[in-house]
């Protein structure tokens, strides 16, 4: 299981929000680049990098700072938020990323996140299903939908999706454990799940870890202290 920290950028900044709340903002860090140089440095080797400013003007906003991030370091890094458009993908390609996440684009332009899979291939495009009570969110979890989590990935799975991030919102930054539940039923043969959402301790990455997820990505848990990168760095060698 991949241990993978968490940047969320608003105005190139890192921060965290409480259930995708944009009015519930905690500034961490108004230089993500010295964040992830933190991770790279604790033994992680992969980066979860959310343009949350992206995710609201629905076209990729702080690729300056992906591609900093990625020019200074040698994380692999997964970047979500705002990529809407071919151009937005090239721009993140570009910039470094590794991997790029669709979700609203999965929902709201289906045609185009499924030539981007026939396009780039399975092991490049992740498929973010973020849900709600298990149905579907989208828009920076703004938006619901009436779409089972259950069925959108078993679709996208048929359609050459390996990769899935789940959130479930109502756990999102409350620190309150993942939904454990939802992973559970969302597995899959061939199918790589990374959980999202409620870590708040290293049981929580433990149970995951029995679980045989892909990967987790850990994020308000490690700013606030919940857990501690030399804990990660030693639960990532284990894995």
Same mark, same amino acid.
């Given at each position: 299981?991949?241990?993978?920290?968490?940047?969320?950028?608003?105005?190139?900044?890192?921060?965290?929000?409480?259930?995708?709340?944009?009015?519930?903002?905690?500034?961490?860090?108004?230089?993500?680049?010295?964040?992830?140089?933190?991770?790279?440095?604790?033994? @992680?080797?992969? @980066?979860?990098?959310?343009?949350?400013?992206?995710?609201?003007? *629905?076209?990729?906003?702080?690729?300056?700072?992906?591609?900093?991030?990625?020019?200074?370091?040698?994380?692999?890094?997964?970047?979500?938020?705002? &990529?809407?458009?071919? $151009?937005?993908?090239?721009? &993140?390609?570009?910039?470094?990323?590794?991997?790029?996440?669709?979700?609203?684009? !999965?929902?709201?332009?289906?045609?185009?996140?499924?030539?981007? @899979?026939? /396009?780039?291939?399975?092991?490049?495009?992740?498929?973010?299903?973020? !849900? #709600?009570?298990?149905?579907?969110?989208?828009?920076?979890?703004?938006?619901?939908?009436?779409?089972? &989590?259950?069925?959108?990935?078993?679709?996208?799975?048929? #359609?050459?999706?390996?990769?899935?991030?789940?959130?479930?919102?109502?756990?999102?930054?409350?620190? /309150?454990?993942?939904?454990?539940?939802?992973?559970? *039923?969302?597995?899959?043969?061939?199918? $790589?799940?990374?959980?999202?959402?409620? &870590?708040?301790?290293?049981?929580?990455?433990? #149970?995951?870890?029995?679980?045989?997820?892909?990967?987790?990505?850990?994020?308000? !848990?490690?700013?606030?202290?919940?857990?501690?990168?030399?804990?990660?760095?030693?639960?990532?060698?284990?894995?």
């Amino acid at each position: 299981m991949f241990i993978i920290p968490a940047i969320d950028l608003i105005e190139g900044k890192a921060v965290r929000l409480t259930q995708g709340d944009y009015s519930q903002k905690k500034v961490y860090n108004a230089n993500p680049l010295e964040v992830a140089k933190e991770f790279e440095g604790a033994g @992680l080797t992969r @980066l979860h990098l959310v343009d949350l400013d992206g995710a609201k003007a *629905k076209k990729v906003i702080n690729w300056t700072v992906l591609e900093k991030i990625a020019s200074q370091t040698s994380l692999h890094i997964d970047f979500g938020g705002g &990529v809407q458009s071919d $151009d937005d993908l090239r721009v &993140v390609f570009e910039s470094g990323a590794r991997q790029v996440t669709g979700g609203s684009i !999965a929902v709201k332009n289906p045609a185009l996140f499924e030539s981007w @899979l026939k /396009q780039y291939g399975g092991e490049k495009m992740i498929l973010g299903a973020d !849900a #709600k009570n298990e149905k579907i969110a989208v828009g920076g979890w703004e938006e619901g939908t009436e779409l089972w &989590v259950y069925d959108f990935v078993r679709e996208w799975q048929e #359609k050459g999706a390996r990769y899935v991030i789940s959130t479930d919102v109502a756990k999102d930054g409350l620190l /309150q454990g993942p939904s454990f539940d939802l992973y559970e *039923k969302l597995k899959a043969p061939g199918l $790589d799940i990374i959980a999202s959402g409620g &870590v708040s301790s290293m049981e929580d990455l433990e #149970k995951l870890a029995e679980m045989n997820v892909f990967g987790v990505i850990v994020g308000k !848990a490690i700013y606030e202290g919940r857990v501690t990168l030399s804990q990660l760095q030693e639960l990532n060698a284990a894995c």
